[in-house]
């Protein structure tokens, strides 16, 4: 873990918040800025951000979430204070612009390049200083000249000097920019070590000395590198996934003007009361009221129902939501970060914050790590220089292995070793990790909230009922539906594939489809418009059509969204292992009782909006349950973040899969149990690896601080205890799991 990596501006400071002030949001004199914070990598870099703005007058929120690395500034009084504050965090190392997605993502895609590029400088020159430092192993049993001895030191630190200055830059900008800021962080040791081995390794060479350290230093950067990278990976897919929620609220919006006159406008310059053009098939970008226009509305992504909703004059919609059938002109009445989309981010991004409190180890150890260290390092150094009385070059190279014996490359790896063999796993069962501490939070879990449609059933309607309908009826209904998008429509046209399409079809947002059949008026959609009656809607929670051929006749099809084939013994396996089941859905109180009478659930939740999930699962946190969310619409991704931990499936929106901490493929559910069952394998291991990583330091150090080790065997110990952890979270791979008691 590090804190701030600053990358230097390009241009004179201060130039790129020019202008910072239009992008100030104001309201009842509470000013609101969201910027990106550059240089954010660890929870600590987002405790330095909060606590120092909320120490300020007048700032009323200041909460960073570190998987987008988005900075959410609130303040009261003047609106050029937001521009104070952020020269006050950027005097902190880090530095902050205007939130953009876009931007979001190319500067986490060059960070990973570029640490991947130093580690590859670092692994290439190690490989060719070991060869080197092997010649010299070699010749010193083998009484060696001292000039050739020689010219083997000066090879090496032509090759590993070079190689350090280029490839310790991640650990170095991070170091400097912490003591600029009047602090240290774990990087200054590592720092220190990496600097002083080959300095002094290179005074020792210009002396003809008999030691040189250059191995030592080039290897200790290489391992670290390879552990930042996969930190760093495990950060980026999650950040990137994160980034496309973003990404969804964020879309240009068509404003119709008083002159009739069409222009694009960002959500964020959208004010209430203008009104909106949301065409067939495009996301609705505010939140309002329908001015004109009648259509159907996919609201899938906030209530997780499978049937669209009628949407007409007067009708409220939500930005995020599908229009399928027919144009609709909208008054916006909340635009930009006060949509119930924007609310669903914060919901996430607050419920991503009480995560926070399950930091990896090295986050808890990094606050008294680098002064420990220092202190150690320092003691090593005078006490054998002033009080052993050696010289001050052997005494320096002794604080040397004392920096670098404590590297904490084995604590650090501990957890990393374990969820990369336990990644491996589960990818070849089709479950895919997104969170770093994941797998902790899976094996706490004791309580399992299943979301139903496209959780618990498959989400995609079936026909499962053609009421009696005589073949060349279906047929001709099924050819009028080719024509829509309407879910039921294509659940009819994927049960009668063959059906040839009925050409002039019209179709009435809202009610259904029209044509012209051999003996009169065909209709297919709502029951009531088809029969010009009731015709008992509601039945099947909605999931039905019904067909008129011209003739007089009338037949209702009725649909179902039927289980996954093994949702049943999944959530038998779960029960005998001890797991408490529950059903939270969004849909009606009759589709949810139905599918938990057929599936044995006890506890069920119907009708739930996305801010009831979370208070839902809020109210089970404050009873001390740690539960474990399934689900997969917009309307459960508040409540993925909010849970302990969360699984997506992979047939799930975007937006679900950024919130979940693991995301499954396949059409079952028994990825789930395996996931549990190797997340409480991974917590023995991990907790084994820790216990090593604690052994390792208590035998070494005192060692090291004895001046019996020299800075090349302190990077061998370090490798060595390195290697002993991994190998150790190896065995996870070819274990057996099961999920039990």
Excluded at 52 to 80: F, K, Q
Excluded at 453 to 462: A, D, N, V
């Amino acid at each position: 873990m590090t804190d701030a990596v600053a990358v230097p501006p390009a241009e004179e400071p201060g130039d790129h918040l020019d202008g910072i002030d239009g992008y100030v949001r104001s309201d009842k004199g509470t000013h609101r800025l969201q910027l990106l914070a550059e240089g954010v990598h660890c929870g600590g870099c987002v405790r330095k951000i909060e606590q120092a703005l909320a120490a300020e007058p007048g700032v009323t929120e200041a909460r960073v979430n570190l998987t987008t690395r988005r900075l959410n500034l609130a303040w009261r009084g003047a609106v050029g204070e937001g521009r104070r504050l952020v020269e006050k965090v950027e005097a902190l190392g880090f530095r902050l612009v205007p939130f953009d997605v876009e931007r979001a993502q190319e500067d986490d895609a060059a960070e990973r390049r570029a640490l991947l590029r130093a580690m590859a400088i670092a692994g290439f020159a190690a490989a060719n200083v070991m060869l080197l430092s092997v010649a010299v192993w070699a010749g010193h049993a083998q009484g060696m000249a001292e000039s050739t001895r020689t010219l083997l030191h000066w090879f090496s630190a032509l090759v590993a000097l070079p190689a350090i200055a280029v490839a310790g830059q991640p650990f170095f900008r991070s170091a400097l920019q912490a003591l600029r800021a009047g602090h240290t962080n774990m990087d200054v040791p590592i720092s220190l070590a990496v600097i002083l081995a080959p300095a002094v390794s290179l005074f020792e060479t210009i002396r003809h000395g008999p030691h040189a350290y250059f191995d030592s230093a080039i290897m200790l950067l290489f391992f670290l590198l390879v552990g930042r990278y996969l930190d760093r990976q495990a950060r980026g897919r999650a950040r990137q996934a994160a980034t496309r929620l973003l990404a969804l609220g964020a879309r240009a919006v068509t404003v119709v003007g008083p002159d009739g006159k069409h222009r694009a406008l960002p959500p964020r310059l959208v004010e209430p009361g203008m009104t909106v053009l949301a065409t067939a098939g495009e996301r609705i970008g505010v939140d309002g009221r329908v001015k004109d226009g009648t259509s159907e509305v996919d609201t899938s992504l906030l209530t997780g129902e499978s049937v669209p909703r009628a949407a007409g004059p007067g009708a409220r919609v939500f930005a995020g939501t599908l229009n399928i059938a027919a144009p609709l002109t909208v008054t916006a009445t909340h635009a930009g970060d006060d949509t119930l989309l924007a609310e669903v981010v914060r919901l996430m991004e607050v419920a991503e914050k009480q995560k926070g409190r399950f930091v990896t180890l090295a986050d808890r150890l990094a606050s008294w790590y680098a002064p420990v260290v220092h202190t150690l390092a320092l003691a090593a150094f005078l006490g054998w220089w002033l009080v052993a009385g050696i010289a001050w070059t052997e005494a320096l190279l002794i604080a040397c292995a004392v920096l670098i014996i404590t590297c904490p490359c084995a604590l650090g790896l501990a957890v990393p070793a374990v969820q990369v063999v336990a990644s491996e796993r589960l990818l070849k069962r089709g479950v895919l990790l997104k969170a770093a501490t994941a797998l902790e939070r899976l094996a706490q879990v004791r309580h399992v909230v299943f979301d139903k449609t496209g959780t618990l059933t498959r989400g995609r309607p079936e026909l499962v009922d053609g009421g009696g309908i005589p073949p060349d009826a279906l047929a001709r209904a099924a050819g009028m539906a080719a024509q829509s998008r309407h879910p039921l429509a294509r659940a009819l046209k994927r049960a009668v594939p063959g059906a040839a399409a009925v050409v002039g079809v019209r179709e009435h947002p809202g009610y259904g489809l029209e044509a012209q059949g051999p003996a009169g008026p065909m209709r297919l959609g709502r029951g009531r418009w088809v029969t010009g009656e009731d015709a008992g809607e509601g039945g099947a929670a909605g999931l039905e059509l019904w067909f008129a051929d011209g003739t007089g006749g009338t037949w209702r099809l009725g649909f179902e969204d039927a289980p996954r084939a093994d949702a049943a013994a999944t959530l038998r396996t779960l029960e005998d292992a001890g797991y408490a089941v529950e059903l939270l859905s969004g849909d009606r109180r009759a589709t949810a009782d139905a599918l938990a009478d057929q599936l044995s659930i006890a506890e069920v939740t119907a009708d739930a909006s996305p801010a009831d999930k979370v208070a839902r699962l809020e109210a089970l946190r404050e009873r001390g349950v740690s539960v474990l969310m399934v689900g997969d619409g917009l309307n459960d991704a508040p409540a993925l973040a909010a849970a302990h931990a969360s699984i997506s499936p992979a047939s799930a929106m975007d937006v679900s899969q950024t919130a979940a901490d693991a995301v499954f493929q396949g059409d079952g559910l028994g990825a789930v149990v395996d996931t549990l069952a190797t997340a409480r394998a991974a917590d023995r291991l991990v907790r084994q690896n820790l216990a090593l990583a604690f052994v390792y330091n208590a035998v070494t150090v005192p060692i090291a601080l004895a001046g019996l080790v020299t800075p090349l065997i302190a990077a061998l110990a370090m490798s060595a205890s390195s290697i002993l952890v991994v190998s150790n979270a190896l065995r996870l791979g070819w274990q057996r799991t099961a999920l039990g008691r």
